[in-house]
């Protein structure tokens, strides 16, 4: 008796694969984006990678007696990564196969792992939301525990922690060149959405071929508007399915999450940033409802919350959240 064909046989192609990318110095770029950086993995549309990362410079780092673990890769990273003009460390980028300028990259975040049991956070003088108010530097540690999903402060007090990954990426358009790893743009980056946890998909337009997804900055905990600078930095692994959506045309990132969908706007003008996050939002209602655009603009005074992003990374970020039990007529 013929034995039945394995699956990836019936449908002629290649079973999705899973992939591991570790933070090993070689997977590893620090403090910007380039089109012209040659990935560091391969894969296919429909594969899943399991990606580390790492967080912060060797000044960051806890000093000994403190009780927090150091990863070893850490140290090596310093060591042997050249440092650009940013401050992010991040892992990739990685080639998936079949993605053209003018695509878009869906990216589902199935789950993510802190790496270690402490972050950090530092304000610097000139900077952050009020550098007139605190106008020097400052530095803390912070105790993590991921049985509790908790942070404790310097000071005692216990938080929630809600990890997401501040930086979320593919490669800006080649004729942009090297581009520092703070400011995000219409490729991603420096994007630090607090709604993008475990369970979120991210879709990104895809300005050069192979995508070249790069990830990192990973955030313990963040408020919105990430007002002294930095967040609960720390060091995070996520499990992240790719796919080439060429059904898809986005001018800048877009995003789901369990219960909302989320819009974005990119600028350094507060204003812009809302007009850009507002407009792609009234376009969406426009087309999954089928109603008109005065509609759609009355429909979001009604239900459609505006956020701020981030205050602190030269370009402002503003993102439009609606329920998603609101996008079917009824």
């Known amino acids: 008796m013929n034995q039945p064909a394995a699956p990836d046989v019936v449908r002629g192609v290649a079973a999705p694969a899973r992939h591991h990318l570790s933070a ?14 040659p990935p560091v993995l391969r894969i296919r549309s429909g594969d899943r990678v399991d990606i580390d990362c790492l967080s912060g410079g060797p000044d960051d780092l806890p000093g000994p007696g403190s009780g927090f673990d150091i990863l070893p890769e850490h140290r090596e990273c310093h060591a042997r990564v050249p440092k650009g003009t940013g401050n ?11 993605a053209e300028p003018g695509d878009v990259l ?10 270690q049991n402490w972050g950090w ?12 108010q605190f106008p020097y530097f400052r530095r ?5 525990d991921a049985d509790r999903m908790t ?17 979320l990426a593919v490669a800006p358009r080649p004729e942009y060149g090297r581009q520092n790893s703070k400011e995000p743009r219409e490729f991603g980056g420096n994007l630090d959405n607090r709604e993008l946890i475990a369970g979120s998909t991210i879709y990104l337009p895809v300005w050069t071929k192979g995508a070249l997804f790069s990830t990192g900055d990973g955030h313990a905990a963040q408020g919105d ?4 600078g930095t967040a609960i930095e720390t060091s995070l692994a996520g499990s992240f399915e790719f796919t080439v959506r060429k059904d898809l045309r986005l001018a800048r990132p877009f995003a789901e999450t369990p219960t909302h969908l989320i819009t974005m706007g990119l600028h350094v ?4 940033a809302v007009e850009q996050a507002l407009t792609q939002m009234i376009d969406f209602l426009v087309v999954r409802l089928a109603i008109t655009r005065d509609e759609a603009y009355a429909f979001s005074s009604f239900v459609v919350d505006l956020r701020i992003t981030q205050t602190v990374n030269n370009v402002r970020g503003v993102h439009a959240m609606i329920d998603r039990k609101l996008l079917v007529r009824g």
Do not use: K, S, Y
């Open 106 to 115: 869906e990216v589902r975040i199935h789950d993510i792992r802190l790496r």
């Open 121 to 132: 956070n530092i304000f610097r003088a000139l900077m952050g939301t009020l550098p007139d």
């Open 269 to 272: 003008d507060l204003d812009a």
């Open 151 to 167: 942070a404790t402060m310097p000071w005692g007090q216990v938080i929630p922690i809600r990890p997401f990954f501040g930086q």
């Open 140 to 144: 803390i540690h912070i105790g993590l």
């Open 88 to 98: 992010h460390i991040l892992t990739g980028p990685i080639h998936v196969e079949g």
């Open 24 to 37: 090993a110095p070689e997977h590893l770029h620090w403090g910007f984006f380039d089109a012209a950086l």
């Open 225 to 228: 508007g990430e007002v002294c």
